[in-house]
């Protein structure tokens, strides 16, 4: 079983800068990571994507340019920093896991969320 923790949430002002991180407890080399968020009233979306193998990546359009997904697999960790934020990208950030050597978009481990709010 892999648990996750993200941090790194907190307050910023709009075009302000943000690192979340995400630990995990196991090694996550070979699974797909991604973050996801959720806003108050609204679905859970998904924001980004690794693939398992580390050679592709994808962003929602709402933060493509903006966002970047990256892991350091020697410390278990994967990382979304968020550049040019605005009050829209005000939500609980989720961190995901898929099952190790698979393509599947299916994620089976979440973490338990970290609140990100940017203010006018």
């Known amino acids: 079983q892999v648990q996750l923790v993200e941090s790194g949430g907190g307050l910023v002002q709009a075009g302000g800068s943000l690192r979340l991180s995400c630990a995990a407890s196991a090694r996550i080399s070979n699974n797909g990571m991604g973050w996801f968020r959720q806003a108050p009233g609204k679905e859970r979306e998904a924001v980004a994507s690794l693939h398992w193998t580390g050679t592709s990546a994808d962003y929602a359009n709402s933060v493509k340019g903006r966002f970047t997904i990256s892991r350091d697999n020697a410390k278990n960790t994967v990382y979304l920093h968020m550049n040019n934020l605005t009050p829209e990208d005000t939500a609980v950030y989720y961190c995901?896991?898929?099952?190790?050597?698979?393509?599947?978009?299916?994620?089976?481990?979440w973490g338990q969320g970290t609140q990100v709010t940017v203010s006018s």
């Open positions: 995901a896991a898929t099952e190790s050597f698979t393509t599947a978009t299916n994620y089976k481990y």
